[in-house]
């Protein structure tokens, strides 16, 4: 049995697939802006894989999205901007400065308990770090490097965390539930008036109050509509059984038949 491969291989194959003579028409064609999209759908495919406990296809997925990371150091070694080794180098002295009480005295190699510092040094070497930080953001806004390629729940939600943190929030999740309402009732008035604008600007404002009160709650409002999206799936799909096995088409059904069946799955737990 041949040694398994390593990162260095991964390396390899990467830099043969973008070489200008002999490598692969499709990744040649790729650019930083190209393979965003398929990282997103390796990412969501590693969070799939998880939420389903699927343990083997996890290790494939997450591959997948390892291999993300080379393309893009690829491409970064091709402009001379950084490759995966200096990703790699700046990640970990990230991790080393933002952990002093496991590295109190900021080296990654230094053995577990030969540096011993008390809580009020690591405390003051947190403080340090946050102020360093601090200054390197210093020239941006609160909303500024929230990323935009975020899907819009997420993001919605780090701008809310984002706004608290300088004090711009509601205090308490009944407010939050006020707001709700108060946007129902515009986008009602906007449905009323038949302003295609009106309703798509007052949805947003809806759906925003919403991340607003999962937050409050202490939901991921991503999780919990992903958790739906399945709960919906698996109760549809037992609508579809219910049909099949009756051998008439959907059209033979009223909504009011249909709706029964959804409240049958509901009674079995689906």
Known sequence: MSQPYSVEDLLYLMQRLRDPKHGCPWDLKQDFASIVPHTLEE???VAD?????DWPHLEDELGDLLFQVIFY???GKEQQSFDFSSVVD???RKLVRRHPHVFPDGELRTPPGTVILSDEQINANWEAIKR???QEKASLG???DVPLGLPALTRAEKLQKRAAQVG???PQALQVLDKIEEEIAELREAIHAGKPEAILDEMGDLLF???NLARHAGVKSETALRSTNQKFERRFHYIEQQVASSGKGWDSYSLEELDKFWDEAKQQGL
């Open 43 to 45: 990412a969501y495919e």
């Open 90 to 92: 700046r990640l970990v």
């Open 142 to 144: 609160v909303l500024d």
């Open 132 to 134: 360093e930080e601090r």
């Open 209 to 211: 109050a919403q991340v």
């Open 168 to 170: 711009f929030d509601w």
């Open 73 to 75: 150091a690829q491409l």
């Open 49 to 53: 894989a998880i939420e389903r406990r």
